[in-house]
């Protein structure tokens, strides 16, 4: 068995993070993410001879981590469509230097399978919620679902003993007016939310910066009524600044990679649902893995492959945004949110 050593990009940034898509298919038809007018009935989803097996995944992952990766995050489209998840997360788990797996949810089907996921090996989970109001909250799921049967998920993830984060995407004029209710709602309660800038991922959300509210505004209006003060961050390459209610009821997170770029400390890979690696998030193309799985190669060969896709990585795209113009960020195809898994 090989040993586990470190792998650094050109840039001197270590791999750390595999964050692995089970499914393109979701049940929401979130604007910033899967628009429904673009994902309709007749969208050609991927197949499921086109999908990675547990199987494929995990011997995978386990290349992964012989490269230095410790913590895997699990996402879709809507990863807890893809039926039996939990025997993928029992087989993660035991792949030696994986300390830590996460998943990635809209939360809905949590009541049915926190349980089998937590007893398989699940470390904690994140639930996208992005308004605790259900009028505004419909409208951004685009398939009318109110907030309850997500908020039930996540009072069910929290009795089996799992850790919940909420990650609300923050857009102007459609949820910003529920900065403040999110807070209140979960504050005190051990859920943290974190506030996520409207990113230009892929083209088909409709991206433009004058829909961004970004770090500095999401904790000016915070702290109009929940005064909080930055706190250190967790480890190398976290992607949410950390702040905490001066009071002591908890804290808060932003992720803020419009306004804020973190690229230099980017420790994160990206395996899409059909075996594709993606070493950015606003890539435009990947390296397709699934042909080199299913053909004749020893782990070692897929190892010195994966290896060299990340000894050769560059990506900064954050960085370059700030510096180019509007029309040169939005050229140019990129992969969508819903098939990398954000």
């Known amino acids: 068995m090989q040993k586990r050593s470190k792998v650094y990009d050109s840039l001197f940034r270590p791999l750390k993070d595999l964050r692995i898509s089970v499914t393109d298919q979701c049940n929401f038809r979130c604007s910033y993410c899967m628009p429904a007018d673009v994902f309709g009935p007749d969208f050609p989803f991927l197949k499921k001879d086109e999908l990675l097996s547990f199987e494929e995944i995990t011997r995978l992952a386990a290349q992964f981590a012989k490269m230095g990766v410790e913590k895997i995050r699990i996402t879709g489209g809507e990863p807890l469509l893809r039926k ?159 702040f905490r209610y001066m009071d002591g009821d908890g804290e808060v997170g932003v992720i803020s990679s419009v306004s804020d770029s973190f690229c230099s400390s980017c420790t994160r890979a990206r395996l899409s649902a059909d075996g594709k690696l993606f070493t950015c998030l606003f890539a435009q193309k990947g390296t397709d893995l699934r042909e080199k799985l299913r053909s004749e190669g020893d782990d070692e060969a897929l190892y010195s492959f994966l290896s060299d896709v990340w000894k050769h990585r560059h990506d900064r795209y954050s960085d370059e945004r700030t510096k180019a113009s509007v029309k040169e960020r939005q050229a140019g195809p990129k992969i969508e949110m819903s098939y990398i898994g954000g």
Not at 112 to 118: G, I, N, S, V
Not at 125 to 131: E, F, G
């Open 84 to 242: 039996d998840l939990h025997f993928l997360v029992k087989e993660l788990k035991r792949i030696e230097g994986i300390n830590d797996i996460a998943l990635t949810t809209n939360g809905v089907f949590l009541t049915r399978q926190a349980e089998k996921l937590k007893e398989a090996g699940l470390d904690r989970i994140n639930v996208s919620l992005d308004a605790i109001e259900d009028r505004i909250f419909k409208q951004m799921n685009g398939r009318n679902v109110p907030v309850a049967p997500v908020l039930k998920g996540i009072r069910h993830a929290q009795e089996v003993g799992l850790p919940v984060k909420v990650n609300m995407v923050v857009k102007k004029e459609a949820n910003e007016s529920q900065i403040i209710p999110m807070a209140r709602f979960f504050k005190g309660t051990g859920v943290i939310v974190r506030f996520i800038e409207f990113m230009d991922v892929g083209n088909t959300n409709g991206w433009d910066y004058s829909s961004v509210v970004s770090k500095k505004e999401i904790i000016r209006k915070l702290c109009e009524s929940y005064p909080v003060e930055p706190v250190k961050a967790n480890y190398y390459g976290e992607v949410a600044d950390r």
